[in-house]
């Protein structure tokens, strides 16, 4: 393990994409969808072998402050970092720059979204060791690019420019928005378009650099915030300051404008479970293609994913469908349709039916 | 009223068709499938006003009795005839025909099925009238046939002879199992043929002559059972004659046999509620041809039927599907495939999941 070596678990996501099982109080990043245990709990062992306790950092809305220390109690408490309204990942990052360089200014920081599906996890750890020693030898902002297997069209890509260390890193030519079918068909083909993981690696200081260039504002109001770290006044500043910065994503507010980035390569299987479809896409399949957790029976029944709780669920004549019961809602949805999931959530805000939020 | 005029409610059913609804402990004609109150219940309430209370008869699964005395309490707890165990129509007609004629000789009875839906009602109460008039006058045995209004591949259907009384009623030349769907149309458009509803009306004295002579068996063990109706042996004879009696329908003992029969054709809609589709079809729908009770929110969904319980029940693209709620388990089911329901129950018991059954 690396005594500089940092990483923070990006916990601040509000989704309703997974609705029924996703609700305000218990976003995507909180929930158990691939297994026993939490995806933010499943990020935080997977770094824990190479990335001691004491220098994980957590941000997350100081509404799930409470929730994230107990899902991860091993974590110092003061490492779990609560935002008082969502900025978005620059500020975020931001926030947890300070904190790290207080620590140690000649940190690495690797920054990981808390919501994401990771299979082979000695890669991934090698990887971001790769990505963290990289970033300390160059002084270059290091983003984690994933080979692409599918013609994917629901994740951003990063167009690879010229190789570093054989095929383990590349500069970075440009960064592409969601592209329709056939543009990402054509990426899969060229062998030179990765998918844009959201995971980072980079010094704290080049980070602080280059939001000071960038995004001046933020950095301006951060050093304000710095002062009052450890402070009696801290958390009205940091309130203060959130309330100011103008939201904005590390992507597009750092990545995209400097020349200073690298893009290593990823080679394990990542999914950022978008959506139900996403997660029924990767789910594990009986003899029958049905993917199902709780207690499910079917006759001619296929390629459907179905969460029970509390109820057995029985499929008569059903393909393509997804049905998930949480506690007192049940969505039955045609596979597919996953991005219309956040219209019954609408519904139910217009009609004030909290009890389903 | 007519002091002479009985009504039989046959309330013997044990279907598994509307599982997760109907449980072994609760079969259909115990269900509120299309409103507030069952079915059973319903159909004393329809012909309540031209029969008195202490002429309504049900008969019932012993293991039903308590259930048809708590839901029609208004019936004399003497008029509950519980069979010991399930013999198809024939002997349960002839049990009932036993305390008719105990009561009056020369009654006319009229059999109707506990589970089945009528619209019209006052037209249902005028044909059964007619159809017991019929019976008296005639000493035939009279049979609803209903009006048909679609090529139904689910109904046995009458074909009707020489007209009586205009064309209220006919003679019978014959009984048709349910057809394929080119038979059924041929029927439709043949106007010759009805749907056999399976109710019926004829005075006792004809209906026991009718058994004596064509189940000749079953007339014997009626007539020992008879002697010792409201006696203390009551309850173990008929045990006896019912583990004796062979399991028969009265279509095919005797309906099918006799030249002494009659239909009267019932203008009224009327469904045997066979099916989930079959409900499916009747249920009121709303502006998306959603049919549904309990709170439903659909995105996009159509031609659906949606009967929730405890939960929120949200759709999202989807058309063609029955979902059922019930206490402890939920039914998922593409229109049109109810006939596999039986194998979500087949599987229940293979794998004794007793609390699902």
């Known amino acids: 393990m690396e005594k500089s070596l940092f990483a923070i678990i990006m916990a601040g996501g509000k989704g309703t994409r997974f609705w029924p099982e996703s609700r305000q109080s218990k976003p995507k990043q909180f929930l158990a969808l691939t297994g026993d ?16 306790p004491e220098n994980i950092l957590t941000v997350t809305d100081i509404a799930y402050r409470e929730l994230v220390r107990r899902l991860l109690p091993w974590i110092p408490v003061r490492n779990v970092l ?11 990052i931001g926030l947890a720059a300070l904190h790290v360089r207080k620590k140690d200014p000649e940190a690495v920081m690797l920054v990981l979204p808390a919501d994401h599906l990771i299979f082979e996890e000695e890669d991934f750890r090698s990887t971001l060791l790769y990505a963290a020693d990289l970033a300390r030898r160059t002084k270059g902002l290091v983003t984690i690019g994933i080979r692409p297997t599918a013609p994917e069209t629901g994740y951003g890509y990063i167009e690879k420019g010229t190789p570093i260390d054989g095929d383990k890193a590349f500069s970075v030519l440009s960064f592409r928005e969601k592209p329709d079918l056939e543009t990402a068909l054509s990426f899969l083909e ?18 602080m650099e280059a939001i000071e260039r960038y995004l001046p504002d933020l950095h301006e109001r951060l050093l304000v915030l710095e002062k009052y770290l450890d402070t009696p006044d801290e958390e009205r500043v940091l309130r203060e300051v959130y309330e ?13 404008k400097t020349d200073n980035v690298l893009m290593v390569t990823g080679n394990f299987r990542w999914n ?25 029976i079917t006759v ?35 596979r597919g349709r996953s991005q219309d999931v956040r219209k019954i959530v609408k519904q139910l805000e217009n009609k004030s039916m909290k009890e389903y939020l």
């Open 37 to 52: 245990k939490t995806l933010i709990e499943q990020t935080a062992d997977r770094i824990l072998p190479v990335v001691p």
């Open 82 to 92: 609560a935002e008082p309204v969502g900025r978005n990942t620059a500020p975020c």
């Open 190 to 207: 060229s062998n030179a378009f990765f998918w844009n993981s959201g995971m980072f690696a980079w010094k704290v200081s080049a980070i």
């Open 244 to 256: 100011a910065v103008t939201p904005i994503s590390i992507d597009y507010g750092v990545m995209e």
């Open 272 to 296: 950022d479970l978008g959506s139900w479809d996403a997660l029924a896409d990767i789910y594990p399949r009986d003899e029958n293609d049905i993917g199902g957790r709780g207690l499910v």
């Open 300 to 334: 001619d029944s296929t390629n459907s994913l179905v969460l029970g709780k509390d109820k057995l669920i029985a499929l008569v004549g059903i393909k393509d469908l997804v049905v998930v019961e949480s506690d007192n809602a049940i969505l039955v949805m045609k």
